[in-house]
């Protein structure tokens, strides 16, 4: 507020301040700055900070994500004394929060789809991350259950990061294992979902055979209403889409092959790869409804998944066969969309 005060009097209050009220920050390092209003007078405040901004850096990972201080860059380097620990600006880093710092109150999402949807980049999206290195790859960059924290309107946000359902690097049984496993070991702390959010490719028109089956694993789940109507079946890939023949494979996924569980009472969706798409979607499944989850009912999504998951990987000749057919009259009405013959 300089640009609006009397600067004789306002240097009296100045003083004060930094003779009494902050004193002991300044003289432990800390610098003073007056901001005129300006664009000019804001950079050079940040400009003032160097090179590294490791002050921004301890600001957001506190405040913004809700990192414990012992696990910020600056925290690691004071407990560590190791100098190669980087912050990650202007990047949120990658960095997980593990089961025992998870708590009954968060808003804790889980993402599934499958590999190559962009499960990883929907939650970069959502908390400024980083890609991560093999992000760009359509093989599964994700090996195991993740969660990241990020904090928003005085709430802190939970998004579960899961390996590609039709992983390259593990079997269906594997992966579905894997995530049973990490819910059984949440609702014994009392903590249950607020959403499932399921990702996949709106420009994947060859995959649904290949697809269905697994598909089915999830559905069967999230077919009860209680569930379903806190799941959000998200297609991604719209800005880079050709949009007629992406909206007949999205016409084709609403009308059949998402048709049960929309009717089940779930929500579709799309991402258009911005992060005020990602919270336009998580914000919409609200905060105060949560999946209802007990050990019963993760005995049964156990048994639900194992019975859908065949210890092959390959869907039997029959199964599909049968699956092939089902969706070769999809295939047949996109391609004479897109005036292919």
């Not at 202007?90 to 599934?112: C, F, G, Q």
């Not at 999205?250 to 992060?275: C, I, P, Q, V």
Request: hydrophobic residues 35%; aromatic residues 8%; charged residues 30%.
């Amino acid at each position: 507020m300089w640009d609006d005060v009397d600067v004789e009097s306002a240097k009296d209050t100045e003083n004060t301040m930094k003779t009494e009220q902050w004193k002991s920050l300044l003289d432990n390092g800390a610098r003073y700055e007056r901001f005129y209003n300006t664009r000019e007078s804001a950079w050079k405040i940040i400009d003032s900070l160097g090179n590294n901004k490791k002050a921004l850096l301890l600001q957001r990972e506190r405040v913004d994500i809700g990192m414990p201080l012992a696990r910020t860059a600056a925290g690691r380097l004071l407990q560590l004394g190791k100098a190669h620990v980087k912050p990650s600006f202007p990047n949120y880093p990658r960095t997980p929060i593990p089961m025992s710092e998870i708590k009954p109150a968060d808003v804790v999402i889980l993402v599934l789809g499958t590999t190559g949807s962009g499960m990883s980049n929907f939650i970069d999206k959502l908390t400024g991350m980083a890609p991560e290195h093999e992000a760009s790859k359509l093989g599964s960059c994700t090996k195991i259950v993740t969660p990241y924290a990020y904090r928003r309107d005085g709430k802190r946000f939970i998004f579960v990061d899961t390996p590609g359902l039709n992983n390259t690097r593990a079997s269906k049984r594997e992966v579905l294992g894997r995530i049973v496993d990490w819910l059984d070991k949440a609702t014994k702390k009392g903590i249950q979902p607020a959403g499932v959010i399921y990702t996949r490719r709106i420009t994947d028109e060859y995959s649904f055979a290949a697809e269905f089956k697994i598909f089915q694993t999830v559905a069967r789940w999230c077919r009860r209403p209680a569930v379903a109507e806190r799941v959000r079946l998200v297609t991604t890939m719209w800005d880079e889409a050709d949009m007629d023949s992406a909206q007949g494979m999205e016409n084709a996924m609403k009308d059949e092959h998402w048709k049960s569980l929309l009717d089940a009472g779930a929500r579709y969706e799309r991402f258009y790869n911005t992060r005020e798409s990602a919270w336009a979607i998580v914000l919409g499944l609200g905060h105060t409804r949560k999946i209802p989850m007990s050990q019963k009912s993760q005995a049964e999504m156990r048994k639900k998944f194992e019975q859908t998951a065949p210890r092959k990987q390959n869907l039997p000749v029959k199964a599909g066969a049968r699956s092939r057919k089902r969706f070769a009259g999809v295939r047949r009405r996109l391609r004479r969309l897109r005036g292919l013959r």
